[in-house]
């Protein structure tokens, strides 16, 4: 098969954004490198409104470990990330969703080769969860690469959605069924609307806030 190539099984897989390339600053993180949660904001009962709540009645406790879903290595990446959740709903609603899945994705600032500037890099396993690498180029706009972050969430969603997917290889054979090839990668209608809607939302969302 063409595709089945060795660089390829040798998990060379790469899931590419369209991204625009714009050039830009790139936002200097003011915390050490750390994990960022930017989901679960509801509590285990679903309910964000404890006010809701009779006042003699408790509001629920979970005791249940909270698991970091969305990961992001670096500090400029971290604060990228937090911005694009404040700004954006797609982004949260993405965000969301991988909250109720076995994955965990990690966002690196990395090089994806192809021309590309962000891809969805590798899946493996780690006792009962997956782990998802993005990796994406840090140096443009803010909003665009939020955009993308955003685009390979979906991406993110998508392979989580199917339980065999547990390793680059059957990452790669999941696209080669439910992607649409472009060149050596795959892409996918709903990740290219995801990180477009992400983009429109955070520039609007900048426009609104930008000191008049
Ligand atoms: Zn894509």
Same mark, same amino acid.
Not at 62 to 73: E, Q
Not at 84 to 95: D, E, I, P
Not at 129 to 133: K, L
């Given at each position: 098969m063409r595709f089945l190539t060795p660089l390829l099984l040798l998990g +060379?897989?790469?899931?590419? #954004? /369209?991204? @625009?390339?714009?050039?830009?600053?790139?936002?200097? =993180?003011?915390?050490?490198?750390?994990? $960022?949660?930017? %989901?679960?904001?509801?509590?285990?009962?679903?309910s964000t409104d404890g006010a809701r709540m009779p006042a003699n009645h408790p509001a629920p406790v979970?005791?249940?470990?909270?698991? +970091?879903?969305?990961?992001?290595?670096g500090s400029t990446l971290a604060s990228i990330v937090t911005e694009?959740?404040?700004?954006?709903? !797609?982004?949260? &609603? $993405? @965000?969301h969703a991988?909250? &109720? !899945? *076995? =994955?965990?994705?990690?966002?690196?600032? /990395?090089? #994806?080769?192809? =021309?590309?500037?962000?891809?969805?890099?590798? %899946?493996? !396993?780690a006792g009962a *969860?997956?782990?998802?690498?993005v990796r %994406?180029?840090?140096n443009t706009a803010d909003w665009n690469l939020m955009g993308s972050i955003g685009h390979e969430l979906q991406h993110a969603v998508e392979v989580l959605g199917s339980p065999i997917v547990t390793n680059t290889r059957a990452l790669y054979l999941f696209y080669q069924h439910n =992607?649409?090839?472009a060149g050596s990668v795959f892409e996918t209608a709903a990740a290219v609307r995801a990180g477009n809607d992400v983009r429109a939302e955070v520039r609007r969302s900048m426009f609104l806030t930008q000191p008049r």
């Open positions: +060379m897989f790469l899931f590419f #954004c /369209g991204t @625009a390339s714009a050039q830009g600053p790139v936002i200097d =993180g003011r915390a050490d490198a750390q994990d $960022l949660e930017i %989901v679960l904001l509801r509590d285990e009962h679903g979970s005791l249940a470990p909270r698991i +970091m879903r969305v990961r992001s290595v694009a959740t404040v700004r954006s709903a !797609t982004f949260r &609603q $993405l @965000a991988i909250s &109720q !899945t *076995n =994955g965990i994705v990690y966002v690196e600032d /990395g090089d #994806c080769g192809h =021309g590309v500037r962000a891809c969805l890099a590798t %899946v493996t !396993t *969860n997956r782990i998802i690498r %994406v180029d840090a =992607g649409i090839r």
